[in-house]
């Protein structure tokens, strides 16, 4: 059983930046692909960023390249996500979660992931 814990979020101005982290708790021997969803107001979850643990293989959905990098830490079992030049947009509920699917075939259908988080608080102020 695997479980997540998201910290890092917070408020911003449009242009600033966050760091996000992910703990991974539990046994994540099984664990091929860890995503970064995010969830706006009244909107559906959206997978942001997929990164396959060990090669390092990364992933990016179009509203984000450029200005997100997802990264992970093998020793530390950690997920990271550096957001640059946030902009209003971005605002959102961010979860990570854990797939036994690579990525590729996971893709961002939520129903392929467990261990969810409770999410952090990203604000993104214009």
């Known amino acids: 059983q695997v479980q997540m814990m998201e910290s890092g979020g917070g408020s911003v101005q449009a242009g600033g930046s966050l760091r996000l982290s992910c703990a991974a708790l539990?046994?994540?021997?099984?664990?091929?692909?860890i995503t970064w969803f995010r969830q706006a107001q009244g909107q559906e979850r959206e997978g942001v960023a997929a990164?396959?643990?060990?090669?390092?293989?990364?992933f990016y959905a179009d509203s984000v390249k450029g200005r997100f990098t997802i990264s992970h830490d093998d020793a530390k079992n950690t997920l990271y996500l550096q957001m640059n030049d946030l902009k209003p947009e971005d605002t959102a509920m961010y979860y990570c979660?854990?797939?036994?699917?690579?990525?590729?075939?996971?893709?961002?259908?939520?129903?392929?992931?467990?261990?969810w988080g409770q999410g952090t608080q990203v604000t993104v102020s214009s």
């Open positions: 539990g046994d994540t021997s099984r664990t091929r692909c």
């Open positions: 990164i396959n643990p060990g090669p390092d293989t990364t």
């Open positions: 979660a854990a797939s036994d699917l690579y990525c590729l075939v996971a893709k961002s259908r939520t129903a392929h992931f467990y261990g």
